[in-house]
């Protein structure tokens, strides 16, 4: 089993930043990629990031490319979303995720763990 516990979401600003984090405990596999996703209201959970274990490739949905950034500490078992330039659409609640795989994956059905979730609120 793997527990995945977010925090650090809250009320922003436009135009203002928040990181999210997210520590994994348990019987963490360090070769699976993470992402996260979010949900916002009256909206299915959709993809934000992703990153392999080594942290050495990434992919975000184009809704937040160039505002988002992903990492990764393996060795404190942690997975991070640094968000800039927020806007009012990205009110949603972010969970992380461990996928199933080695590779990048895009799609929900290919994670098995999820965190609680952490809320974002962005005002304008």
């Known amino acids: 089993q793997v527990q995945l516990v977010e925090s650090g979401g809250g009320l922003a600003q436009a135009g203002g930043s928040l990181r999210l984090s997210c520590e994994a405990s348990?019987?963490?596999?360090?070769?699976?990629?993470m992402g996260w996703f979010r949900q916002g209201p009256g909206k299915e959970r959709e993809f934000v990031a992703a990153?392999?274990?080594?942290?050495?490739?990434?992919y975000y949905a184009s809704s937040v490319k160039g505002r988002f950034t992903i990492s990764r500490d393996n060795a404190k078992n942690t997975l991070y979303l640094q968000m800039s330039s927020l806007k009012p659409e990205d009110t949603a609640l972010y969970y992380c995720?461990?996928?199933?795989?080695?590779?990048?994956?895009?799609?929900?059905?290919?994670?098995?763990?999820w965190g609680q979730g952490t809320q974002v609120t962005v005002s304008s």
């Open positions: 995720a461990k996928s199933r795989l080695v590779s990048i994956r895009t799609s929900p059905s290919e994670y098995d763990y």
């Open positions: 348990g019987r963490t596999f360090r070769i699976d990629s």
């Open positions: 990153i392999t274990w080594s942290g050495g490739i990434t």
